[in-house]
């Protein structure tokens, strides 16, 4: 089992690391490739299970995009073929068709999916999310410059029970292509969400429970009941 | 800039509000700015402001830099504005300026010490030029308000004036970095034993080059990305320091400023980095502004960290002691962490960290503790942790992640009731940390531990 990380040195933000160290422990024996910026990404020319990109910076997200960029087709490949990938926060920006400053003046992403970002860098969107993926409910934190436009319901990651979608009219949330997963949802979101943890193991093929599953499964449970009071 | 008449409007009304608010015996130290700044929004730029203005901004330590300035200014009968008791946002700003103020808008003073928020850069230097700006350090703060540091040193960048001279904090590599077109003053600490070439700290907001991206090579790091550091490939590093703090003795709690080939010796009063930070600062900015070692030192002597955020207290034969710990301020929290872990002796370690405005309106936003090094809790020294509060479950979840075990720690939602569980046996000292909103529950608690630690002394007379 191969879970690369990609550029931590720099999509490092919002505690969101922990989502990896979290899995660490729910599969001990799952080998961690972090790939820096510099570096061309493990999975261009070997097989890894799951590639997890964090939240950024906004001149990050160009670094991001200049590195990716040549993988596109790749990246595409590997979608294609079921490989799990988590990008949280607004990582799954650079795989849009741009991302628009409040000027007008736009950054060019991958274009993997038919959506587009605009910033406001004088604005910042912060709340809560409640919401439905598949049979389980989903809970996070979002905290964001950027609201993301486009057709996502036929890719759609989370039904919003609570909060907004990928935008303050939108209901859905993220995108789940296969088993890519974009969601701007921070922080913690697998420690918040060991039902969803479990879904990701599965995934990833590997039977093992989440660690622990009881602690978090209370925190989980109080949270939703908390979130529903709002 | 011409005044006008709105902006008389503003200033007369301001001030005969302040009257009323004083005359009913309410807190005028942010109103009167509020409704000048509506009727007036550029009131800022038109109020004639003192000669010298010291600024101080920065994620930590802003309000201890600006208070100990303040202190040993009066100590040295310096008079001056400040917002001490105000907010520091642009409506404190503009109160501390109209009570600075005549009923025509000349000021009364030649001087003002202002705090200023970092994210308030936008809406104050616009019409403001602080003589001095002072920078204490640039980390990962509240991110809901504050995203992350490249966000808001861009706007200090933007926003600070150019004719403004900044002291800044030259072991921060953010910090040192803003506005670099403006006249400079750095301030640091030598390299210290207690200096690592491994990063503890899970946040570090600078681990690879800006310019070239090649990760940086940290000739030793504090904490987090406080240190020493150079690009192998390009020319960025570290600037050179010019008043640099050596000889940290912490015996004798005495340091050595280097400025240049002058040597000067000055008290601590604080063993803590962050307040040796803060006075390295202080002294720098004094310094600056004309005073000599021998006025900032004797008065320097006289002062107390002010005791909302640190307060020591021993019965029979136990400490307690109380700590600011910010909630949502990862470095702050991880400073107070690495703080106990180090603190001598056997330790119980209450945890008030809920931000209570949050837990009010129904939950909270905890990714903060995600980037906090609760780690440095896993230590032998600490027999016991108690985690009360509405996010109790989430923080006996993040205190297992840091791989502490579960025995030792005791969560509940109730945080009087929780503090029933203390073990005090063999304990030397108990650490109270709470959030900066929690300051009557953490005098509450800190009397039923004192009430606990006499009533276990007396069972056992």
Known sequence: MKIEILFPEFCNLFGDMYNMKYLKMCIPDAEFIETALEEEPAFVK???NLIYLGPM????QEKVIARLLPYKERILELIE?????????N????LGKYIENEDGSKIDGLGIFDVYAKRDMFHRHNSYLIGTYEDIEVIGFKSQFTMMY?????TPFIEVEKGIGINKDSKIEGIKKNNFIGTYLIGPLLILNPLFTKKILEMLGVNNEVALKEDTMSAYEARIRELRKL | MKKGFKFYIALWGAKF???LLKLFRRNATFFPGKFALKVCPDFIGKIEKPRTIIAVTGTNGKTTVCNMIEDILKDNNYVFIDNKY???????ITTTLISGANLMGKAKKDLAVLEVDERSAPKVYPYLTPTYLVCTNLFRDSLMRNAHTEFISGILTKYIPKETTLILNGDDLIASNIAPENKRIYFGIDRLQTDSEKCENIARDIIACPKCNTKLVYDYVRYNHIGKAHCPKCDFKSPEIDYLATNIDLKNMKLTLKNGSLEEEYDLISDNIINIYNIVTVITVLKQIGLSQKQINESLKKQKIVDTRYSEEGVNGIKIITHLAKGMNPIACSRVFDYVRKYKGNKVVILFLDDLHEAANGSENIAWQYDTDYEFLNNDSIKQIIIAGARYLDGYVRLQMAGIDKAKISCQRDEMSA???IKLDGIETVFILHDLYSMELKESAKKKVEVMIRTKIENKA
Do not use: P
Request: hydrophobic letters at 35%; glycine letters at 14%.
């Open chain 1, 57 to 60: 910076t906004e001149n990050t």
């Open chain 2, 419 to 421: 503090l029933d569980n």
């Open chain 1, 91 to 94: 990582a799954i920006e650079v």
């Open chain 1, 46 to 48: 070997e097989d890894v």
């Open chain 2, 17 to 19: 509000g302040t009257m």
């Open chain 2, 86 to 92: 105000g907010s520091n946002i642009d409506a404190g």
């Open chain 1, 150 to 154: 486009g057709d996502n319901s036929k």
């Open chain 1, 81 to 89: 073929k079921n490989v799990v990938f988590l990008f949280t926060g």
